[in-house]
């Protein structure tokens, strides 16, 4: 399951799954259930892959969402092996312009939907726990001080479950 999942990275991580990890049931999630914009000779190329792919609607920042998308790609054939969170907006703003609103609309799918999905898949014998995070937690970036704290979250939230022997890891993406 892909959070972010038919966005760029969540594209092509799910056709990485397909073709070189043999995942035969995917399913990515996004805020609008469709696929992204320019998405189009990706969704191709992972079709391709004969994987069974669905998309489905979840906003990653709304538990009772992740719940229900849990439940969904629970209720597939395939047992749920593996977390992908790719979720995530920007709402650059220097520090002195952001507001709770700007916060809470970027903390929202990355962190609020990292423990969401921690809570659901917590007690699951998960293979992978991937978390997308980025280098502006470790470097910061100019306006993006809500990004770098929701990315840290994710940071932290990897140790955690490594650190409870569950599978668990953060991937600090530079610029692509």
């Not at 920007?90 to 799918?109: F, K």
């Amino acid at each position: 399951m892909l959070t972010g999942g038919t966005g760029g990275l969540g594209l092509l991580t799910a056709r990485w799954l397909a073709e070189s990890r043999g995942a035969s049931a995917l399913v990515l999630a996004s805020r609008s259930g469709a696929l992204a914009r320019g998405g189009a000779a990706e969704w191709a190329l992972l079709g391709a892959s004969g994987a069974d792919v669905r998309i489905a609607r979840c906003d990653a920042a709304d538990p009772a969402a992740v719940r229900r998308l849990l439940l969904v790609s629970a209720a597939g054939a395939a047992q749920l092996r593996g977390v992908w969170h790719a979720a995530g907006v920007l709402s650059d703003a220097l520090l002195a312009r952001q507001t709770a609103a700007t916060l809470a609309r970027v903390y929202g799918p990355k962190a609020h939907g990292a423990w969401a999905l921690q809570r659901g898949t917590a007690a699951l014998p998960l293979e992978a726990c991937a978390l997308f995070s980025s280098v502006a937690a470790l470097l910061g970036g100019t306006g993006q001080a809500n990004y770098a704290a929701a990315n840290s979250c994710l940071d932290a939230l990897a140790g955690a479950r490594r650190g409870a022997a569950l599978a668990g890891v953060s991937v600090q993406w530079g610029p692509w």
